[in-house]
Nanobody
């Protein structure tokens, strides 16, 4: 199967930066789309950004300009550079992998990481 492991979360002061990483492992030939979502307490999970294997990206409109998503296809890893962080960015950040190709078939599911906490203090 496929496993996703996030890292890089933590506590940062407002105005600071963090870089999240998410590495996918398992029987993987390629991953079409990798993305980051976040869920704040009492709120629904929301898209932060995603990136396709061709490098095309999609951002939540409110975050474009402060957050940058990138990926390393050879390492099946996606990154999220977060700058000028605000207390409202406090949330658990999850990565996902969509349309994962095992070489002869696509897995029927999307895969999620366990989440990493990002806390921004004022």
């Amino acid at each position: 199967q496929v496993q996703l492991v996030e890292s890089g979360g933590g506590l940062v002061q407002a105005g600071g930066s963090l870089r999240l990483s998410c590495a996918a492992s398992g029987n993987i030939f390629s991953i079409t789309t990798m993305g980051w979502y976040r869920q704040a307490p009492g709120k629904q999970r929301e898209l932060v950004a995603n990136i396709n294997s061709d490098g095309s990206t999609n951002y939540a409109a409110s975050l474009k300009g402060r957050f940058t998503i990138s990926r390393d296809n050879a390492k099946n890893t996606v990154y999220l550079q977060m700058n000028t962080l605000k207390p409202v960015d406090t949330a658990v950040y999850y990565c996902d992998a969509e349309k994962v190709y095992a070489g002869t078939y696509y897995y029927p599911f999307d895969y999620w990481g366990q989440g990493t906490q990002v806390t921004v203090s004022s």
